[in-house]
């Protein structure tokens, strides 16, 4: 049997995920015929048939479905490679870290002035994205390190958690519930989230890369949440960052807390990032450190003081 190509498996990919022979074409930009010719080809190839075809529709085969997993897997590979080299022969190479802004538990500037003081550092560049999209950044080769929310897909990662947080939910500062100390799931029903699932059913898996939403930053976010329009779970820090005053937030009693962590790809040997992993998790251990100190003295009830008082700021 000779080797797969990149081309065949881009095709068939195509027409796995739109199960649709027409659309899948008009997706690669091409017409139908040679389309059909290579998946045809390509069952010839491997002994095997893909798709069951009838009149009325294209359904994988038990042998589909296993290609079209490996097959991601091995054009994920194949385009990181491609951004990775070129990243590696530019003239002035930079440590590129993903993340969606404002979820970095507040540490991000500590960690790249510890970064900085480290002789294996390379000049950082932020990458920022969606919620969730970090992580696929990682693997296809756009970024070299991360700042990521758990849990996610971690395939073909590793990472090291750096702080846990309660997870809090923004709603209308006239929102019945904002007169209300502490909330459970329950409570949300009849709330939705920004992509329309119901609030009661808690904190939403994050969008496709891709995928549209009605907004795309945390301004726009909390001003749906200002005028009653959806609720929005966030990290304890983040609300801390962001006080609007016609937006309150509360803790959801069955939400579990969230944990940031630093991630890279599993075959990663760059010093850059494992200084920037060293940095990461040497400040979170001191911001651990400082946090439980102002609770051992009793001053440090932080967000939850405004909770009890009935302020609106986070």
């Not at 027409?22 to 045809?40: D, H, K, N, V």
């Not at 002994?47 to 042998?63: D, S």
């Not at 969606?100 to 507040?106: E, Q, R, S, Y």
Request: glycine share 8%.
């Amino acid at each position: 049997m000779n080797d797969l190509e990149v081309r065949q498996l881009r095709y068939f990919v195509a027409v796995a995920e739109e199960l649709h022979f027409g659309r899948a074409a008009e997706r690669l930009g091409m017409a139908q015929p040679p389309l059909s010719r290579t998946i045809r080809d390509l069952e010839r190839q491997l002994g095997v048939t893909l798709f069951e075809r009838t009149t009325r529709q294209v359904k994988l085969t038990g042998a589909g479905e296993v290609l079209l997993r490996d097959a991601r897997t091995a054009l994920e590979a194949v385009s990181a490679a491609a951004h990775r080299a070129r990243h590696a022969g530019s003239v002035s190479p930079r440590l590129r870290i993903a993340l969606k802004a404002d979820i970095d538990g507040g540490l991000l500037p500590q960690i790249l002035d510890a970064y900085s003081a480290d002789r294996a550092v390379l000049p950082p560049e932020l990458v920022l994205g969606g919620i969730g999209a970090q992580p696929q950044a990682l693997r296809d080769g756009l970024a070299d390190v991360a700042l990521v929310l758990r849990p996610v897909d971690e395939r073909g990662l590793d990472s090291e958690p750096l702080l846990t947080e309660p997870v809090l939910v923004a709603m209308a500062a006239t929102d019945p519930l904002a007169a209300r100390t502490q909330l459970c799931l329950a409570d949300l029903a009849g709330r939705s989230l920004l992509d329309g699932a119901p609030a009661d059913e808690g904190p939403s898996a994050p969008s496709s890369p891709g995928e549209a939403a009605p907004a795309s930053n945390l301004s726009e976010i909390f001003s749906l949440v200002e005028t009653g329009s959806i609720v929005f779970f966030t990290p304890t820090s983040v609300a801390r960052r962001n006080p609007r005053p016609g937006v309150a937030f509360r803790p959801v009693s069955d939400v579990p807390d969230c944990t940031l962590a630093v991630a890279w790809p599993e075959d990663a040997h760059s010093p850059a990032v494992a200084a920037f992993v060293r940095a990461a998790v040497a400040v979170a251990h001191d911001a651990r450190a400082e946090t439980a100190a102002r609770h051992t003295r009793g001053s440090g009830s932080g967000i939850s003081r405004h909770h009890r008082t009935g302020q609106r700021s986070g």
